[in-house]
């Protein structure tokens, strides 16, 4: 993903542990991994050892998308589930496109799936201090295309399915590993193709676990985003007809001045402001962090955005936070003639457009006809997604926000919103609640890696985040005795 969420939520901010107490989410809890007996520190010392040399081996794994090639990622998982006796299975959605997920069986609750990418977006060698592709590790940092986004992720989801398997605990629960191709060009060939066309892994599941969410350490402070929905891609093409000709004898309607006609009238089009309550909750949760002026604001959004002086104030210090308040559409993409001196029959547009969670795509599009205000000008949908929200009350989510405030006393924990969509709104469509969750603590200015140059993560992040992932899937799905 673009990882829009994590310089959305958390700018420089200044996030307050009293929130977590003043939403009601810190949960007093046990100690996260401290109360573990000496046999099992030594297991999850060896968890921790693997999940470095794991880690560093996958990065080296080329699955730059496009083309992809993620079959070599499934080959690697396949390798050490074959090591560890662990039954699993794999398709491949086009040649070189594999997928790969394996289960540890339990009872009857709803399946966990944890989820990741094993494609990465290309990484130019000139702009980086090391080889992306090398994952060289030096001073307690590895650094390689991927780190953050998001094969660390994978392999601490790896390490903690290992860690309950070698424990041979019993689950109430099935635990499903998966790993696929194609996230960064839509997960056409990964997440959606396994939806389309392997329906029956996702039957019995009830929660997924994805990226999208992580730690943010700025100015020694920490904030813990959990993603719990997005905005909604509707991305349309525009086209417009009207009378072709010669350059030298402008007819009276042509495609091109419809087009833009139209354009400019969505160019200046406001489209309301609507606070939808994932939405209100992400806000407050970031208010204290936004200083004196913005505070208030964020705590009571929906009274704020009321005021258009309020919102275009937001558009400019807070633009992701911004684009949350609303439906939007970025013009991007235009086509007119291929010739100076010709007259067009017709002229297009793309446009990015992005809805609120909860929004209904056909009010959505109807509203578009409007401000086109022109039957000369077709629309025509290129993607869609259906909007969903998954909720925050639910045991999986507490036990993300217990484990995650035991671990890190001072965070604050937020349920958030992402701009941009990650593979998880394949499976919100499902009716699947998936959280956008990494166990890392990332600093502020280590953000800029994903998807930019000298993407890194601290061999601590590898050590702690295996750790803490292993305590979330106990404390999840083992039952207490
Ligand atoms: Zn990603």
Same mark, same amino acid.
């Given at each position: 993903?673009?990882?829009?969420?994590?310089? #959305?939520?958390?700018? #420089?901010?200044?996030?307050?542990?009293?929130?977590?107490?003043?939403?009601? &989410?810190?949960?007093?809890?046990?100690?996260?991994?401290?109360?573990?007996?000496?046999?099992?520190?030594?297991?999850?010392?060896?968890?921790?050892?693997?999940?470095?040399?794991?880690?560093?081996?996958?990065?080296?794994?080329?699955?730059?998308?496009?083309?992809?090639?993620?079959?070599?990622?499934?080959?690697?998982?396949?390798?050490?589930?074959?090591?560890?006796?662990?039954?699993? !299975?794999?398709? @491949?959605?086009?040649?070189?496109?594999?997928?790969?997920?394996?289960? $540890?069986?339990?009872?009857?609750?709803?399946?966990?799936?944890? &989820?990741?990418?094993?494609?990465?977006?290309?990484?130019?060698? #000139?702009?980086?201090?090391?080889?992306?592709?090398?994952?060289?590790?030096?001073?307690?940092?590895?650094?390689?295309?991927?780190?953050?986004?998001?094969?660390?992720? *994978?392999?601490?989801?790896?390490?903690?399915?290992?860690?309950?398997?070698? @424990? *041979? #605990?019993? $689950?109430?629960?099935?635990?499903?590993?998966?790993?696929?191709?194609?996230?960064?060009?839509?997960?056409?060939?990964?997440?959606?193709?396994?939806?389309?066309?392997?329906?029956?892994?996702?039957?019995?599941?009830?929660?997924?676990?994805?990226?999208? *969410?992580?730690?943010?350490?700025?100015?020694?402070?920490?904030?813990?985003?959990?993603?719990?929905?997005?905005?909604?891609?509707?991305?349309?093409?525009?086209?417009?007809?009207?009378?072709?000709?010669?350059? @030298?004898?402008?007819?009276?309607?042509?495609?091109?001045?419809?087009?833009?006609?139209?354009?400019?009238?969505?160019?200046?089009?406001?489209?309301?402001?609507?606070?939808?309550?994932?939405?209100?909750?992400?806000?407050?949760?970031?208010?204290?962090?936004? *200083?004196?002026?913005?505070?208030?604001?964020?705590?009571?959004?929906?009274?704020?955005?009321?005021?258009?002086?309020?919102?275009?104030?937001?558009?400019?210090?807070?633009?992701?936070?911004?684009?949350?308040?609303? +439906?939007?559409?970025?013009?991007?993409? &235009?086509?007119?003639?291929?010739?100076?001196?010709?007259?067009?029959?017709?002229?297009?547009?793309?446009?990015?457009?992005?809805?609120?969670?909860?929004?209904?795509?056909?009010?959505?599009?109807?509203?578009?006809?409007?401000?086109?205000?022109?039957?000369?000008?077709?629309?025509?949908?290129?993607?869609?997604?259906?909007?969903?929200?998954?909720?925050?009350?639910?045991?999986?989510?507490?036990?993300?926000?217990?484990?995650?405030?035991?671990?890190?006393?001072?965070?604050?924990?937020?349920?958030?919103?992402?701009?941009?969509?990650? !593979?998880?709104?394949?499976?919100?469509?499902?009716?699947? !609640?998936?959280?956008?969750?990494?166990?890392?603590?990332?600093?502020?200015?280590?953000?800029?890696?994903?998807?930019? +140059?000298?993407?890194?993560?601290?061999?601590? +992040?590898?050590?702690?985040?295996?750790?803490?992932?292993?305590?979330?899937?106990?404390?999840?799905?083992?039952?207490?005795?």
């Amino acid at each position: 993903m673009r990882h829009a969420l994590a310089r #959305a939520s958390l700018p #420089a901010t200044r996030p307050l542990a009293v929130l977590l107490a003043a939403a009601g &989410l810190a949960t007093p809890g046990r100690p996260v991994i401290a109360a573990a007996p000496g046999a099992q520190d030594a297991d999850l010392a060896r968890l921790q050892d693997e999940a470095v040399e794991r880690t560093v081996e996958y990065l080296r794994i080329d699955t730059t998308n496009p083309p992809g090639n993620e079959s070599r990622g499934m080959e690697f998982f396949a390798r050490i589930f074959e090591a560890e006796g662990i039954a699993y !299975d794999t398709a @491949s959605s086009a040649p070189g496109r594999g997928n790969i997920w394996a289960r $540890l069986e339990g009872g009857e609750q709803p399946t966990l799936i944890l &989820l990741h990418h094993m494609d990465v977006v290309p990484a130019d060698p #000139a702009y980086w201090d090391t080889d992306p592709m090398a994952a060289e590790v030096a001073d307690g940092m590895i650094a390689g295309r991927g780190a953050l986004d998001t094969k660390t992720l *994978g392999i601490v989801h790896l390490q903690a399915f290992l860690g309950l398997h070698r @424990s *041979g #605990a019993e $689950l109430d629960r099935d635990i499903v590993f998966m790993a696929t191709a194609d996230e960064e060009a839509g997960g056409f060939f990964g997440a959606g193709w396994l939806v389309e066309n392997r329906p029956e892994l996702f039957e019995d599941t009830g929660v997924l676990l994805n990226e999208g *969410g992580d730690g943010i350490e700025t100015d020694g402070e920490i904030g813990f985003g959990i993603e719990v929905t997005q905005k909604v891609p509707i991305w349309l093409g525009l086209t417009a007809h009207g009378t072709p000709g010669h350059g @030298s004898t402008p007819p009276v309607e042509s495609a091109v001045n419809r087009l833009i006609r139209g354009l400019h009238r969505l160019q200046t089009h406001r489209f309301e402001p609507r606070i939808v309550p994932a939405v209100e909750a992400f806000f407050e949760g970031l208010a204290p962090t936004v *200083g004196e002026e913005w505070g208030p604001r964020f705590a009571d959004i929906a009274e704020a955005v009321r005021d258009p002086d309020v919102l275009r104030e937001l558009h400019i210090d807070h633009r992701s936070m911004a684009a949350l308040t609303r +439906n939007t559409c970025s013009i991007t993409m &235009l086509e007119g003639s291929a010739k100076i001196n010709v007259v067009p029959p017709t002229a297009g547009a793309q446009i990015d457009c992005r809805m609120l969670p909860d929004q209904d795509p056909e009010a959505f599009v109807a509203e578009l006809e409007r401000v086109l205000n022109d039957p000369g000008i077709e629309i025509e949908r290129i993607m869609q997604f259906t909007p969903a929200v998954s909720s925050t009350e639910t045991p999986l989510y507490r036990t993300l926000v217990e484990v995650t405030s035991e671990e890190f006393p001072d965070a604050a924990i937020i349920p958030a919103v992402s701009t941009g969509f990650t !593979d998880s709104h394949f499976f919100r469509d499902l009716g699947i !609640d998936a959280y956008g969750y990494s166990p890392f603590v990332i600093p502020q200015e280590d953000e800029g890696g994903v998807h930019g +140059n000298n993407e890194r993560i601290s061999v601590e +992040n590898v050590r702690r985040g295996t750790a803490i992932m292993l305590e979330i899937l106990r404390r999840f799905a083992v039952p207490t005795m």
